[in-house]
């Protein structure tokens, strides 16, 4: 039988820093380890929080951390991340240390705020989602990762796609007025979204609460080209005002694709979803366990002091 004093503790036997996770959840002796395939995390999580679990842990990427989240948001149970992905977006965000023994640290301790959560339907996701030339992104880059490295293969995957741009039609529905668009990408990030190199998805910093969604669209495939290239470069701040780039930071809105199903990205990864997609943001519905204050850490530094 489990010791129902300690934190459930989800972990990937098939990630690549499973070992490396293991011994710094079990050197800390504040843990169940429980060793999850990615296909059975939501049941697992779901049962633990059926006998009681007041706190949790997923180790792994913003995949695994989104099927958390998917059982645990509008709930009182806390969310704690022991980093493990390749970009670790939603730690980084939230200041969790990607360190795994800081994170381990991070996670007994007392300190937790609320964020907010993006839905598609009932479908979490805490980053970003995206629709049209992002999913063939991604799916090409997992293709080439293993030949080439993460970082090459998105390289090479962004120069095809730029390429090969192929455009879907959108039917948006958003602020009471439906528009209509024929665009190789829709973008939606929870949060205000910094679109520019070196910090290409990272949440703009004091930025607007809400849904940040943008829409590339035109007729001519190179102009098509420039604001993508011009907004991946230099920022959407460049190409705000190019009649070819619609963006909107909004709790809600209806998107139709106009066929039964699609392909869409949550969090780096693709699913097939029943279409329309109603998107939607819920504030303060997920409780995270994040590092205290830097302001009671000085304090209680100094207090430790001898006197």
């Not at 293993?146 to 958003?174: C, H, M, N, P, W």
């Not at 001519?220 to 963006?247: H, T």
């Amino acid at each position: 039988m489990a010791d129902a004093s300690l934190i459930p503790a989800f972990v990937n036997p098939g990630a690549r820093n499973f070992e490396k996770a293991r011994d710094a959840l079990t050197s800390s002796g504040h843990f169940d380890l429980r060793e999850v395939e990615p296909a059975k995390l939501e049941q697992e999580i779901k049962r633990a929080v059926s006998a009681g679990a007041k706190r949790i842990l997923i180790a792994g990427g913003d995949g695994s951390i989104c099927a958390a989240a998917q059982v645990v948001s509008g709930t009182e149970v806390e969310l704690a991340v022991l980093p493990g992905g390749t970009l670790n977006h939603f730690a980084i965000d939230n200041g969790i240390p990607v360190d795994l023994a800081e994170a381990v640290r991070v996670a007994t301790g007392t300190t937790t705020r609320t964020v907010d959560v993006g839905f598609a339907g009932n479908r979490v996701f805490l980053n970003t989602s995206s629709i049209g030339a992002y999913v063939t992104f991604v799916r090409l880059r997992d293709r080439l990762e293993k030949q080439f490295g993460y970082r090459l293969a998105s390289l090479i995957a962004t120069i095809r796609i730029f390429f090969s741009l192929r455009r879907v039609g959108v039917e948006l529905e958003v602020e009471g007025q439906v528009k209509h668009y024929r665009t190789p990408l829709v973008f939606i990030g929870v949060g205000e979204r910094e679109l520019e190199f070196p910090h290409l998805g990272d949440r703009v910093k004091n930025g607007r609460r809400g849904l940040h969604l943008f829409i590339v669209h035109g007729r001519r495939r190179g102009r098509l080209l420039i604001v993508a290239f011009e907004a991946v470069s230099r920022g959407v701040a460049s190409v705000r005002g190019m009649p070819e780039l619609d963006a909107f930071v909004l709790d809600r809105c209806t998107i139709d694709l106009q066929r039964p199903q699609a392909l869409i990205a949550f969090d780096g990864e693709t699913e097939r979803m029943a279409t329309p997609l109603e998107y939607r943001i819920e504030h303060d519905t997920l409780r995270i366990v994040v590092p205290e204050p830097v302001e009671e850490a000085v304090e209680e530094a100094a207090a430790a002091q001898p006197a």
